[in-house]
């Protein structure tokens, strides 16, 4: 049986480690077949790509991440709609 991992990049809520504030950054998430998030990267991607034209495209899918609605990072559920609304 095939394990398909589906890779987006969304905006997680989630408290600083070391000082307990509440910080926004951009993740990547990783959803399992039945659609619930699987994975959760620990930190925030940075962007760095081999070309200009697939860093073009990396801008793009985060760019999308700002209107879907923010994660939270402990319980791992959409909590708010895009933008923080």
Do not use: Q
Request: proline fraction near 4%.
């Amino acid at each position: 049986m095939s394990r398909r991992i589906n890779w987006e990049y969304r905006i997680v809520r989630k408290p600083n480690a070391k000082t307990g504030v509440i910080e926004y950054g951009l993740h990547e998430i990783g959803r399992g077949k039945d659609g619930k998030i699987k994975y959760l990267t620990k930190r925030p991607v940075r962007i760095c790509e081999r070309s200009w034209k697939d860093l073009a495209i990396s801008m793009d899918k985060m760019a999308e991440a700002m209107r879907l609605r923010v994660i939270d990072g402990e319980t791992r559920e959409e909590i708010l709609g895009p933008l923080g609304d």
